[in-house]
């Protein structure tokens, strides 16, 4: 398999060839930010899930640029449980424009640990990725994303896939197994993400 290209500028990480995971544009200095985006389409982003509740950059980037097509698709990050709806509905999204051969998605937040991966992660079982196998590549991709939401991803899955009590139980058991062998600091990962935004 060929190596997945790269980002120098935009805070972003491919996953799979049609599928990246991170974090925002730049929120303090425009011209980095529209380097960013311009970076992003260089890389053949051609669709961004924004599910940041605190912010939407839609009216921004469709005025700069009409090669992107933006949703944005808000929600929290307090560690709450995330509604089976909120996955159905971005992940269909997905789903639909992938169904072009040419699309190639982002599914990004703030700081691109919890939030955009755990929607990416849920994109990942969707198209029949093993549980732990989407996990791994998902962290192999961006070593600081926790996927704080992937139980929720995960219980949304079981849902409309239809899994049977022996499976869910497995799967959860595996995942949280993966979790415990693959432990990561998100508090001082986000310290050092505030730091370096100046924050």
């Not at 970076?39 to 605190?54: Q, W």
């Not at 919890?114 to 992660?121: A, F, I, T």
């Not at 499976?167 to 986000?190: H, T």
Request: proline share 4%; net charge negative; glycine share 8%.
């Amino acid at each position: 398999m060929s190596e997945l290209p790269s980002f120098e500028l935009a805070n972003a990480s491919f996953v799979t060839p049609r599928l990246a995971v991170g974090g925002d544009l730049d929120q303090w200095d425009d011209g980095l930010a529209q380097r960013q985006l311009g970076e992003l389409v260089a890389r053949g982003v051609t669709h961004v899930v924004d599910v940041r509740i605190e912010a939407d950059d839609r009216a921004w980037v469709e005025r700069l640029t009409d090669r992107i097509t933006y949703l944005w698709h808000g929600m929290d990050d307090l560690g709450q449980r995330v509604p089976p709806a909120w996955f159905e509905s971005g992940v269909t999204w997905v789903e639909e424009v992938l169904e072009d051969p040419d699309a190639v998605v982002l599914t990004h937040c703030h700081m691109g640990i919890n939030r955009g991966p755990s929607l990416g992660y849920a994109v990942l079982l969707a198209q029949g990725s093993d549980v732990v196998d989407a996990l791994a590549a998902v962290r192999a991709a961006r070593p600081i994303a926790a996927v704080a939401y992937a139980e929720d991803a995960l219980r949304w899955w079981h849902a409309r896939s239809g899994a049977t009590a022996s499976q869910r139980r497995d799967d959860r058991a595996r995942l949280k197994a993966w979790r415990r062998e693959n432990p990561l600091d998100v508090v001082r990962i986000i310290a050092q993400r505030r730091r370096a935004e100046g924050g």
